[in-house]
C-alpha cells in the first residue's frame, strides 16, 4: 500500500497574527511558519501504518511557493521516503490544490490520501473533500481513529453530536483531527537524513490545471475589538456584577 | 437569482442550525428553496414548509439517505443544482463535510463560513482564527457558500406555508458505509444555541473534577463547554470542544474557567456577549477578552459562585 500525504505550510500556530494596514492581507515576513497542526497529525498516521507494515511508502506532497518546501523536508525527517512540491505562486484556492493533488494522484498512485481536516490560516475546511469528489473516492472526514483493514478502513470521525464510525472501501481521501494521535518530533539526525531524501519539484504550469482564483479578496481588517472588561476582587462581586451591569443571570 | 439550501435534519426534526442558515440564505436572495434529502423525513419538509422565509420546499426521499453520507447527498444536490445561483447550506460539520464535495463537482470554488452577507455574491468571513475579517467576492458563476450559524439569528418556524415538491434520489455511493453515530444525549440546552455556556480547561485537572462546572451548569440551564487541552486529557468529549477546529459559540454569557485562553479557543468564544474569565493565573490571555475576569483558584471560586447564585431568588432560563 502507498500513502500520499498531503501539508501545507502556514503562519505558526502560536503567532499572533496581523492585519496589514492597506487591507491587503496579514503580515507574512518575519513571521515563524510551520506545518499546519493537523498535517502533522496525517504524516504522523500515515507513518504509524507504514510502520506496522500495511503500507509500503509514504510520499508526501506540499503544493506552494518555493519556502512551501519545507514542511515536505519536515514530514520527510519523520519519516516520509520522498517528497513532490508543487510550485506555485500567490494565492491557491482549495479547489485550485484539489485540482493539482487529483493529478498527482494519478501520478502516484496511492491507496490512501491523507491531509489534515483544515488549515489554519484561511480556515476553508475543504481541500480533501474536493479531492475526493474529483476523484470520486470515499472520504472519510475529521478522523479521530483509523483502522486500516485489508481492503477498506474504518473510520471514527468527530462530528458536532460525538462520534461517526463509517467504513470506506480503498482508495479513500481521510482527513486528519488533531486527536487522531500525537506527532513526533524529528531528531536531528533524522532532520540530517532526510536531506538527501528525493524531493521532486513540479511547476504547477505544468499540470495542466486551471488554478487562477475565482475569489477576489477585496480586504482583509481587524476584527472588532472588545471593548476591554474588568477584574473584580470576589466571587460575590462577580455574581452581583452579572446580575445587575450586564443583567445576564 | 435563487438560492438552494441544504437542510440538516434527523428524518424527523430539522437541526435548530439549519433555521440560522435559512436567515442568511434570504439575505442573499429573497426565491429560497430548500432541499430536503432523507429518508421517511416528510414530517422535516412539512416543517421546513411552515418557515415563512421559504418559497419552495424540495423533497428527496429514499432509503439510501437513512444516514447522511455526502457521498449520497451529492449526487442528489448536482441533480438539482442547475436552476440556482447558489447552494448553501450550515458550516457545522454537516456542512463542511458536504459543500466542498458539490462545490467541486460544480467547480465553484467555494466560500466557507461566512458571517454577514454584504451582497449576493460578496461575503464577509473570519480568516486565522477570527483573528482577521476578509471581504470576499465570488467570481463563479454558480456560488457554494457555507454559514457559520451562530452568526445569524434562526428563522421563525411559524407561518409559512410553501409548496413541497418530490424529486427522485440519485444514484447510490457504494464505496462508503455508514456503520453507527455514538451520540451524548443530554437533557442540557445544546451547546451551539445555549443561552449560557460553562466551559473548562486544563485548569480543571481531572474529568471528575468537572462536576464542579456541572453543578452551575445545571443551576444556570447552561450548556457545558471545554478546551481543547481538557478534550485531548480525556477529561470529557469531544462534542463539548469550542474552538477553532471545534464549535463556535455566541452566547450571552460565556464562562471560561481554568482556560488560559489559546487563540484557537478564543475563535470559538470571542464573540460572545458576555465573556467571565475565573483563573489563577493573572497574565492569562482570556482575561484580555473578559469582560468580567477574577483571578482565583477554581476550587475555591466555583463552590462560592454557586453559593452566591443559590442566593439568588430569580435566576433567568
Known amino acids: ?249 | 437569482m435563487s438560492v438552494l439550501l441544504i437542510a440538516e435534519h434527523n428524518n424527523k426534526e430539522v437541526r435548530p442550525f439549519t433555521l440560522n442558515a435559512i436567515t442568511a440564505a434570504s439575505q442573499i436572495d429573497q426565491d429560497l428553496h430548500v432541499l430536503v434529502i432523507g429518508n421517511k423525513a416528510e414530517g422535516v419538509s412539512k416543517s421546513i414548509s411552515e418557515v415563512p422565509n421559504v418559497k419552495k420546499v424540495i423533497h428527496i426521499d429514499n432509503e439510501i439517505y437513512e444516514n447522511y453520507l455526502p457521498e449520497n447527498f451529492t449526487p442528489a444536490i448536482i441533480k438539482q443544482a442547475e436552476s440556482y445561483t447558489h447552494i448553501v447550506c450550515s458550516a457545522n460539520t454537516f456542512g463542511k463535510n458536504l459543500m466542498p464535495r458539490v462545490a467541486a463537482l460544480l467547480d465553484t470554488s467555494q466560500i466557507s463560513d461566512i458571517i454577514k452577507v454584504i451582497s449576493p455574491d460578496t461575503f464577509l468571513r473570519p480568516i486565522y482564527a477570527g483573528n482577521a475579517f476578509a471581504t470576499v467576492k465570488s467570481t463563479d458563476n454558480k456560488k457554494c457558500v457555507t454559514i457559520r450559524p451562530t452568526s445569524f439569528d434562526p428563522a421563525p418556524t411559524t407561518g409559512g406555508s410553501a409548496e413541497i415538491i418530490k424529486a427522485d434520489a440519485a444514484e447510490e455511493f457504494l464505496l462508503t458505509k455508514f456503520i453507527k453515530r455514538e451520540e451524548v444525549k443530554s437533557d442540557r440546552p445544546e451547546l451551539g444555541t445555549a443561552r449560557i455556556v460553562i466551559s473548562g480547561g486544563r485548569g480543571m485537572q481531572s474529568g471528575e473534577n468537572f462536576k464542579l462546572i456541572t453543578a452551575i451548569a445545571d443551576k444556570l440551564n447552561a450548556a457545558i463547554g471545554a478546551s481543547r487541552a481538557a478534550v485531548d486529557a480525556g477529561y470529557i468529549t469531544n462534542d463539548h470542544q469550542v474552538g477553532q477546529t471545534g464549535k463556535v459559540v455566541v452566547p450571552d454569557l460565556y464562562i471560561a474557567v481554568g482556560i488560559s485562553g489559546a487563540i484557537q479557543h478564543l475563535a470559538g468564544m470571542k464573540e460572545s456577549k458576555v465573556i467571565v474569565a475565573i483563573n489563577k493565573d493573572g497574565e492569562a490571555p482570556i482575561f484580555s477578552v473578559a469582560d468580567y475576569g477574577l483571578e482565583a483558584d477554581l476550587f475555591e471560586a466555583l463552590p462560592k459562585f454557586l453559593e452566591e447564585l443559590n442566593k439568588l431568588n430569580t435566576i433567568q432560563k
Not at chain 1, 502533522?40 to 511557493?65: L, Q
Not at chain 1, 474529483?134 to 479521530?144: E, G, N, R
Not at chain 1, 483502522?147 to 480503498?170: A, F, P, Q, Y
Not at chain 1, 490545471?209 to 473584580?232: F, L, N, T, Y
Open chain 1, 1 to 249: 500500500m502507498k500513502i500520499l500525504v498531503a501539508v501545507k505550510r502556514v503562519i505558526d500556530y502560536n503567532v499572533q497574527v496581523r492585519v496589514k494596514e492597506d487591507g491587503s492581507g496579514v503580515v507574512t515576513e518575519n513571521v515563524k511558519m510551520s506545518t499546519n497542526p493537523p498535517d502533522d497529525n496525517a504524516i504522523e498516521e500515515s507513518v504509524k501504518i507504514k510502520e506496522s507494515g500495511k503500507a509500503k511508502e509514504v510520499v508526501a506532497v506540499t503544493v506552494g511557493e518555493e519556502k512551501a518546501q519545507e514542511t515536505v523536508r519536515k514530514a520527510l525527517a519523520v519519516g516520509a521516503d520522498r517528497g513532490i512540491h508543487v510550485k506555485t505562486e500567490g494565492i491557491v484556492e482549495p479547489l485550485a490544490v484539489s485540482k493539482i493533488l487529483q493529478k498527482i494522484v494519478e501520478k502516484e498512485k496511492p491507496d490512501l490520501v491523507f491531509m489534515g481536516k483544515q488549515a489554519i490560516d484561511d480556515d476553508c475546511n475543504q481541500t480533501g473533500q474536493m479531492l475526493a469528489a474529483l476523484l470520486k473516492w470515499p472520504q472519510a472526514t475529521f478522523a479521530s481513529k483509523i483502522e486500516v483493514k485489508e481492503k477498506s478502513l474504518e473510520v471514527t470521525r468527530e462530528v458536532d453530536e460525538g462520534l461517526e464510525t463509517i467504513e470506506t472501501n480503498i482508495p479513500a481521501i481521510v482527513t486528519c483531527d488533531l486527536r487522531l494521535n500525537e506527532p513526533r518530533y524529528a531528531s536531528l539526525p533524522n532532520i540530517m537524513k532526510a536531506k538527501k531524501k528525493s524531493l521532486e519539484q513540479i511547476n504547477a504550469s505544468d499540470l495542466g490545471v486551471d488554478i487562477k482564483p475565482r475569489i477576489e479578496q477585496i480586504k482583509v481588517e481587524e476584527p472588532p475589538k472588545r471593548k476591554s472588561g474588568i477584574k473584580v476582587k470576589s466571587v460575590e462581586e462577580l455574581v452581583q456584577k452579572l446580575k445587575n451591569e450586564a443583567k445576564v443571570i
